[in-house]
């Protein structure tokens, strides 16, 4: 007769009564399937691992719920997939394959929110091509009274 089981759940997730961890009886139930927490919510980013790096950073052992990982992660993935379009549209333009700084420079300060959102140096990235409107009258009223 096989031990009672307590009600309890195993770490495999399986109740203890039932073996193999496969949930049912005999070999005719399907193994249950891991999905992890960014399969749950259709997101790319590792959300565990956010959410670990979520707990580290906090100051006196304050606990952090488990959405706040899940959103954290669905910016970090808008943000990055919203700056990669960007900066593979300034590659395109330049007719690159191969996304560089200077494209994500050029991506990052051509958008008015991203600019106001990442005020950093970006390693290798140059700077915006610009202008001053002055500087380009000047050159062109000296012209004119050359050419008569």
């Not at 488990?66 to 970090?76: D, F, H, W």
Request: without cysteine; aromatic residues 4%; positive net charge.
């Amino acid at each position: 007769m096989p031990p009672k089981a307590t009600g309890g759940k195993t770490k495999s997730g399986a109740h203890e009564g039932v073996q193999g961890g496969v949930a049912g009886s005999g070999s005719t139930a399907t193994p249950r399937t891991i999905q992890t927490r960014s399969q749950k919510a259709g997101l790319q980013f590792p959300v565990g691992r956010i959410h670990r790096y979520l707990k580290q950073r906090t100051q006196h052992n304050v606990r952090i719920g488990a959405k706040a990982a899940v959103y954290t992660s669905a910016i970090l993935e808008y943000l990055t997939a919203e700056v990669l379009e960007l900066a593979g549209n300034a590659s395109k333009d330049l007719r690159v394959k191969r996304i560089t700084p200077r494209h994500l420079q050029l991506a990052i300060r051509g958008d008015e929110e991203l600019d106001i959102l990442v005020r950093a140096t970006i390693a290798g990235g140059g700077v915006l091509p610009f202008i001053h409107k002055s500087l380009t009258a000047s050159s062109s009223k000296n012209k004119k009274p050359e050419a008569q």
